[in-house]
């Protein structure tokens, strides 16, 4: 059975303060998580062009996560077998995600992404039909929560609280009870997850978990947009996508892969360097 879910979380900044936020959180993140045995392996990185989304970067993964996989899924498979392979087109603010995992042919994963200022009450962004919108379900994500469930302990938590942080450099925060009605500059991610594992036996199961590590993966990335924003506050997107370039040669080398990146003007090397150590 589809399983339709739209994540909605509230961020206390700007559409164009978000982007530079999710890419540095993105490749710090990643940096984290990949050793020369499990991680992430960038296939490709590149500006694309199409009728659909115009302008914008494509981007080609496949995640080594053994070691996160639920044991009960390595009955019906070998965890070295369960890669999952993603495609992403970045036209922010508009952004899609197709993941699929080769064992499971039918298995099918995506993630369509609308970014805007608001608050998170926006009620149909996506353009869903009534048929869709009767069997969506809507999740408002708290980035200042502290809720922890089995994926969340996979994924990882950071120790901030956002309850009681505040940036050093734009004076940001803490985020207090109501924080997403009170505070300026905002903007929500509507994040819509169509997660399909046609499978008897444990389809609806395998839907069900990978709902929930989205939910995990959401709130502990989005956490940490916030409580890095003095890390990346006032970094330009040239600088980033620079950043990001060197990001991803650290990551196959560290898993012994060659990745394929678009080659950009960037930093100077000394900053480049110095934010590079951030990631690591």
Sequence with gaps: MV??????????MSLD?????????????????TSNNEGVEVLENRPFKDDVFGKGQYTSKVYHLQSK?????TTFAPADALLMQ????NAYPRCKTVIKCPYFERFNLSIETIHKADNGNSENVHGLSKEQLATREVVIIDIASTVTDYWSY???????????????????????????????????????VTV?????GFGYRLEQALLSAERALF??????????????????????????????SSLNEKLGKVASVDDTQGLD???????????S
């Excluded at 399983?3 to 979380?9: D, G, N, S």
């Excluded at 993603?86 to 087109?89: G, I, L, M, P, T």
């Excluded at 990882?156 to 300026?184: A, H, I, M, Y």
Aim: hydrophobic fraction near 35%; aromatic fraction near 12%; include cysteine.
């Design 219 to 248: 709130l502990e990335s989005h956490r940490n947009c916030f409580a890095w924003i003095d890390d990346w506050y006032g970094m330009t997107m040239e600088q980033i996508r620079e950043l990001e370039k060197q990001s991803d």
């Design 154 to 192: 996979a994924i990882g938590t950071s120790p901030v609280d956002l309850s009681k942080f505040k940036s050093s450099r734009t004076n940001r925060g803490p985020l207090l009870e109501g924080w997403q009605d009170l505070c300026e500059p905002v903007m929500t991610a509507y994040k819509l």
């Design 69 to 73: 996989i639920p044991t009960w899924l």
């Design 196 to 200: 399909d594992a046609p499978y008897w």
């Design 269 to 279: 090397l000394n900053d480049s360097d110095k934010n590079m150590k951030q990631l």
């Design 3 to 12: 399983q339709l879910r739209e994540f909605r979380i509230v961020m206390p």
């Design 17 to 33: 303060e978000y982007q530079v936020a999710q890419m540095y959180m993105v490749m710090k993140m990643q940096q984290q998580s």
């Design 86 to 89: 993603e495609e992403a087109w």
